[in-house]
């Protein structure tokens, strides 16, 4: 069985940090393509960073050069380290697995920037 508990979100001042982390379990860990997405109020849930089949995890064009997309295999851990957070970067953030052709989603987490 699939598990994902995400931790990490919060409120945080433009300009800051935070890091998520998305435990998984059940899953193929390190070949089992894996990602944050996120959901803005009134918006379609969107990607932000992913581990696909491709050597080099992608990222959404709007978080390049400020997220960071990391997994730890010992602990079975993916991260994202979010740097320079802008008040367009709040949303709920989700961790997603994509595992025997079904997309598995963790509960979510609250990240919210003020300006």
């Known amino acids: 069985q699939?598990?994902?508990v995400e931790s990490g979100?919060?409120?945080v001042q433009a300009g800051g940090s935070l890091r998520l982390s998305c435990v998984a379990s059940g899953i193929i860990w390190g070949i089992t393509p894996m990602g944050w997405y996120r959901q803005a109020p009134g918006k379609q849930r969107?990607?932000?960073a992913a581990?696909?089949?491709?050597?080099?995890p992608t990222y959404?064009?709007?978080v390049k050069g400020r997220f960071t997309i990391s997994r730890e295999n010992a602990q079975k851990t993916m991260y994202l380290q979010m740097n320079n957070l802008k008040p367009e970067d709040t949303a709920v953030y989700?961790?997603?697995?994509?595992h025997r052709a079904r997309d598995y989603w963790g509960q979510g987490t609250q990240v919210t920037v003020s300006s």
């Not at 581990?51 to 080099?56: I, P, R, S, V």
């Not at 989700?94 to 994509?98: A, D, G, H, R, T």
Request: charged residues 15%; proline residues 0%; aromatic residues 18%.
């Open 46 to 48: 969107d990607l932000v």
């Open 94 to 98: 989700y961790c997603n697995v994509f």
């Open 2 to 4: 699939v598990q994902l």
């Open 51 to 56: 581990f696909t089949y491709a050597e080099a």
């Open 9 to 11: 979100g919060g409120l």
């Open 60 to 62: 959404a064009d709007s």
